[in-house]
């Protein structure tokens, strides 16, 4: 392999030249993945202009107009370029690439009324507003259809950003747990290695890094928090990968914190990095409240014959009440009853304890029994498709609960908490949540508390809805459910 020798400059990181490979394209996957959209791009944008033509029988009638149509379909491929839509740090992310997409759209239709008003073309409304929702449309589609695409190339080992990590040991070893977690983020760990304070001057560390990317066809330097990444070695580092093919990443020690919440503002030199605090009360969760209201009622009347069928069975198939009556912590430490078709036997409570000590979860604050035997046969068939949770609706119309939260938990389990824990309580527990949609009963508590204080930390009206329906999807196949 060919080399180019990089020689030293001030403040560089290194003291003697290092032998860095030749760009070799190894994120050359972007490019080929680019040009796909490029073209899905193209083609849905002209298929948006030209069908309202075609159906509204309007070709004939304005085909002076065509022309301008045609710088209109040119302006709005343009904008989507301007605004980075099909840039690497946009593509296949979601919500980044679907926002690019339509501010570019909004622009291009600003830029096609500018034209046509400088040039005196004598445009209706419709010419082209039919087009531009249904652009649109065709484009966020066309986006999530390639994103679903790159997802699944991603699980399956390819289209992957190879990264090298740099940083302490637990920044590194926790980065790396993140990414693990995540596959269809894009970033595949390929090494780590830990710099330490006299690396300034040993030079061998760069060459290890050097060699470490060549050998696992690395493209990404990744820095996590260390103290003896100086800002005169991060600079050096990033004047020594400029001149290659290679990425520079530096990751903060902080996660799960959603994009909504982060704001950029570079101040003294200083890339600061803002994080807005959680929105727990406004005229959000005023909506909330009313689509909680509304929501449940709806629920509660179209599921009225499953309740009604529920409820005999319950009734003519096991000894005790139809309904089951549990104290759970509510919203702020208030206490409150949870209402449930009954799906165990009536001595299901007094069992508990020497149960979960024979699972050795007695220390862990989710009070889960795998293979239950104080299940009904009903109450099994219950559980598994979350039917016995239906009562649950009365308690959100009352305003105990929320379709979406944390789960309610018993007195015994909220104290066992620790101060992480205790945030689940800032909010209205739910019917179902983040974590019932990741794998419900089989996560550990660990787990569950991360998705938890993620829902609790990043809560919008869009998540609530994106989780009801993956709710939907988790019941009907029944997932991880005990």
């Known amino acids: 392999m060919s080399s180019n020798s990089v020689s030293e400059s001030p403040g560089s990181s290194v003291n003697a030249p290092i032998e860095l490979p030749v760009a ?30 075609i159906l509204l029988k309007l070709w004939d009638a304005q085909h002076a107009r065509v022309p301008f149509l045609a710088v209109a379909s040119l302006l709005w491929v ?29 622009v291009g239709l600003g830029a096609a009324a500018v034209v046509a008003f400088l040039f005196g073309t004598t445009i209706r409304r419709v010419d082209i507003l039919p087009s531009v929702p249904l652009g649109l449309v065709l484009l966020l589609l066309g986006r999530w259809g390639w994103r679903q695409w790159l997802r699944k190339k991603r699980a399956s080992g390819h289209y992957l950003n190879k990264a090298v990590l740099v940083g302490s040991a637990t920044t590194v070893a926790h980065t790396r747990s993140q990414l693990d977690r995540h596959p269809d983020s894009g970033y595949k760990v390929v090494d780590a290695l830990i710099p330490t304070h006299d690396g300034d001057e040993h030079p061998e560390f760069f060459e290890r890094l050097v060699k470490s990317l060549v050998v696992n066809d690395g493209d990404t330097v990744m820095l996590t928090s260390s103290d003896a990444l100086t800002p005169e070695r991060i600079r050096g580092l990033a004047w020594d990968l400029e001149r290659h093919d290679y990425r520079l990443v530096i990751t903060p020690s902080l996660t799960d914190v959603a994009e909504s919440r982060i704001q950029t503002q570079p101040v003294a030199g200083l890339p600061l990095i803002h994080i807005l605090s959680p929105n727990y009360s406004g005229p959000q969760r005023v909506v909330k409240r009313f689509s909680d209201i509304v929501g449940s009622g709806v629920i509660l009347l179209l599921t009225s014959p499953i309740l009604l069928v529920v409820a005999l069975l319950v009734r003519v198939t096991s000894v005790g009440p139809i309904f089951y009556l549990q104290e759970r912590i509510g919203q702020d430490d208030r206490p409150f009853h949870i209402l449930k078709f009954r ?15 024979k699972q050795g979860t007695d ?42 939260g944390p789960r309610p938990q018993r007195p015994a389990e909220v104290a066992l908490y620790d101060s992480a824990a205790q945030r689940r309580l800032k909010v209205r527990p739910g019917m179902t949540g983040l974590w019932q949609v990741s794998g419900r009963s089989r996560l550990t508590w660990e ?11 990043n809560w919008t009206l869009l998540v609530d809805v994106i989780i009801m329906w993956r709710t939907f999807r988790a019941v009907v196949g029944s997932d991880g459910a005990y």
Request: aromatic share 6%.
């Open 447 to 457: 787990e569950a508390l991360r998705l938890d204080l993620y829902y609790i930390e």
């Open 343 to 357: 799906s165990m036997q009536v001595d299901a409570d007094s069992r508990l304890a020497e149960l979960l000590s």
């Open 24 to 53: 070799h394209n190894p994120r050359s996957w972007v490019a080929s993945y680019r040009l796909r959209v490029i073209i899905t791009d193209v083609v849905l944008i002209g298929v948006a202009v030209g069908a309202p033509l």
């Open 78 to 106: 343009i904008a989507l370029a301007v605004f980075d839509s099909r840039s690497s740090r946009a593509l296949g992310t979601g919500t980044t690439e679907y926002k690019m997409v339509i501010d570019a759209t909004l």
């Open 363 to 404: 220390g862990k604050p989710l009070f889960k029994i795998q293979s239950d035997p104080r299940l009904t046969p009903v109450g099994a068939v219950l559980r598994r498709f979350s039917l016995d949770e239906l009562p649950q609706l009365i308690n959100v119309l009352k305003g105990d609960m929320s379709l979406v």
